[in-house]
DNA sequence: CTGAAAGCGCTTACAG
DNA sequence: CTGAAAGCGCTTACAG
């Protein structure tokens, strides 16, 4: 065992009992080996776990399997929270002498076994997780595995990892204090389905916010994170009575539906509801009125994410840390003052 | 000179006059070095344009300079262009056995040495481009490199590299068609100023469509990429005698500017104005009323770009192709019939 | 069909 | 401070 812990083609060779030539033959160019020691090998192999080392391979077959893309310079104005995500961590990452790979699982291909993969390759020093949940199995493989990573998401409170994390729960909070600051009681939320970690937070944090304005949180509706179930979520709030007089959500998706819906029904938002979204995606300078919405900090992700993966690389025993950074409000005008 | 014309480490030693080691260290830990070999070594590094072997590095150091990013799913619904395009890139890459590898050009580095220097590392078998335009410096560079690469965007009729490209003359020119079979005769054009080969041949789309429907194009107003340019094109376009009824733009937000400024004015989108917009973005399908948008066929486009270079890195004589897409012009409701 | 050996381009102890 | 040598983990002629 060698690299890492990681199988190389002589433990291979070692196991089926043939030369190191051999099993690179009966995996490249498996004709000029006889059936026999051709599934010998393939056995090892299949035992061990084994995947031929990037750099090695490349270096032999001055081959990288890698293409470049340039990733063109961001355009301050509407973008997507991945352009702005991947734009930080790519130009942070720069400046460490570091660059981004990015893979998918093949098709079929188990999540956690592409980053398995990943590593048996010897392809990557480290990853950068996101959209991570509680008991994230790609975490449990990589904490167990000791494989340098920082995660987009804390998934659970939890010392053996590195992650940058948004406070959506103060985000919404802040959403909702805004809004009993303009004399708005009968405030809703529209949540997603219990059981995201990122979802829970923005659903407490509106509960903790209604709690501190002594509100009573009594408008909830969860709802999938579409425009469609944006605007069921209006219909089912504008027929109870008394009617919110506004509406958190915790995605933008679902604050424009409820936009939409408001505007079909003839209801004129900020007016008559006020709504606020989260993300502030390329939709909410948008639409009419223009959507207040919760701001993710990409830039500080993006640049924390690396910062503590560069730590780990250099330190491999250096302790983990977590860092918690606070989203912005930003308001614009589909929030208005308490009719 | 070895590694397809790239200088080695052992070049850099003969020419310093020293031992590999020696260059080794000098580069890596100079302390260790005394400082007039340094220089010798330094200079025969720049002499060179001598940049260490990727592979080579890794294997002797276990250290790739990689992170691994595992590319979310991508979900249907408004996505940004860039989602599209890296999504299908990668996971068609994948299919090849083939990943991504993202870069961007160093604080103050040159775009073309950025290219330049990818390739003395050995750091990728071949690049994708896009954004390009007309006699791109890049693409000359890579062109006379000899290294495989393919590109989104034609940047000029050429027969040297191989080319994906979207039709965008035909989109706008469909737009015009579609305006003008709904009664349209007054129909302008906000185009950005002359210059880049995408815009140009949007608007030459334009010209084409009211030249086969026997219109004039008599409304031009050439405008930079923002909301606010948009709006400024509504101004200028309303106060004219007669003003259009209608307005083919080449990017969205211009379109949603007008769009927005219309609104603005009292003046009804779709009723008095119909409006096209292209690229089919996130905020198309969000505004009121909808926006009628030229949508870019990004999985084909992905597609071809890696089945091109793929092609290329498997036979290197390989004669150079172009691949012409249609765009699909996507009807909302922001286009109505000539009032 | 198989193994021994050279080589890919670096880095890193180790002598001197 | 410098060079010779071994090693990183593969692939690929070349003998046999």
């Given at each position: 065992v060698s690299v890492?812990?990681?199988?190389?083609?002589?433990?291979?060779?070692?196991?089926?009992?043939?030369?190191v030539g051999t099993v690179s033959n009966a995996l490249n160019t498996p004709q000029l080996v006889s059936?026999?020691?051709?599934?010998?090998?393939?056995?090892?192999?299949?035992?061990?776990?084994?995947?031929?080392?990037?750099?090695?391979?490349?270096?032999?077959?001055?081959?990288?399997?890698?293409?470049g893309y340039r990733l063109?310079?961001?355009?301050?104005?509407?973008?997507?929270?991945?352009?702005?995500?991947?734009?930080?961590?790519?130009?942070?990452?720069?400046?460490?002498?570091?660059?981004?790979?990015?893979?998918?699982?093949?098709?079929?291909?188990?999540?956690?076994?592409?980053?398995?993969?990943?590593?048996?390759?010897?392809?990557?020093?480290?990853?950068i997780l996101s959209d991570t949940?509680?008991?994230?199995?790609?975490?449990?493989?990589?904490?167990?595995?000791?494989?340098?990573?920082?995660?987009?998401?804390?998934?659970?409170?939890?010392?053996?990892?590195?992650?940058?994390?948004?406070?959506?729960?103060?985000?919404?909070?802040?959403?909702?204090?805004?809004?009993?600051?303009?004399?708005?009681?009968?405030?809703?939320?529209?949540a997603w389905p219990t059981g995201s970690e990122s979802g829970d937070a923005r659903y407490q944090g509106y509960l903790n916010g209604m709690g501190r304005a002594g509100l009573e949180p009594s408008h909830l509706i969860r709802a999938h994170n579409t425009l469609d179930e944006g605007r069921r979520a209006f219909r089912e709030l504008w027929d109870r009575s008394p009617p919110p007089s506004a509406v958190v959500t915790v995605a933008?998706?679902?604050?424009?539906?409820?936009?939409?819906?408001?505007?079909?029904?003839?209801?004129?938002?900020?007016?008559?509801?006020?709504?606020?979204?989260?993300?502030?995606?390329?939709?909410?300078?948008?639409?009419q009125p223009p959507l207040s919405s919760v701001r993710q900090p990409f830039e500080r992700v993006g640049e924390a994410l690396i910062d503590l993966l560069v730590g780990q690389l250099e330190d491999p025993n250096m302790e983990h840390g977590g860092i918690l950074l606070d989203p912005v409000l930003v308001l614009r005008n589909s929030t208005g003052t308490y009719p």
């Open positions: 890492r812990g990681r199988p190389t083609i002589k433990e291979v060779s070692k196991r089926a009992g043939v030369s059936e026999s020691t051709r599934s010998r090998v393939l056995e090892a192999v299949g035992e061990l776990g084994y995947e031929p080392n990037r750099a090695a391979r490349s270096l032999a077959r001055r081959r990288t399997h890698l293409v063109p310079d961001y355009v301050e104005g509407p973008n997507s929270s991945l352009d702005a995500f991947l734009h930080y961590l790519v130009t942070t990452a720069a400046g460490h002498d570091l660059e981004l790979v990015l893979f998918t699982p093949r098709k079929g291909q188990d999540e956690v076994d592409a980053y398995h993969e990943m590593i048996k390759r010897g392809a990557v020093d480290a990853f949940n509680y008991y994230d199995p790609r975490i449990e493989f990589l904490v167990a595995e000791g494989f340098p990573f920082a995660s987009f998401g804390r998934a659970a409170a939890d010392e053996r990892f590195s992650w940058v994390d948004v406070n959506g729960a103060a985000g919404t909070s802040q959403a909702v204090n805004h809004l009993a600051a303009n004399g708005h009681q009968r405030i809703a939320m529209v933008d998706n679902l604050a424009i539906g409820v936009m939409l819906e408001a505007a079909a029904n003839g209801v004129a938002v900020a007016k008559e509801i006020s709504v606020v979204g989260f993300d502030d995606t390329p939709m909410a300078s948008v639409i």
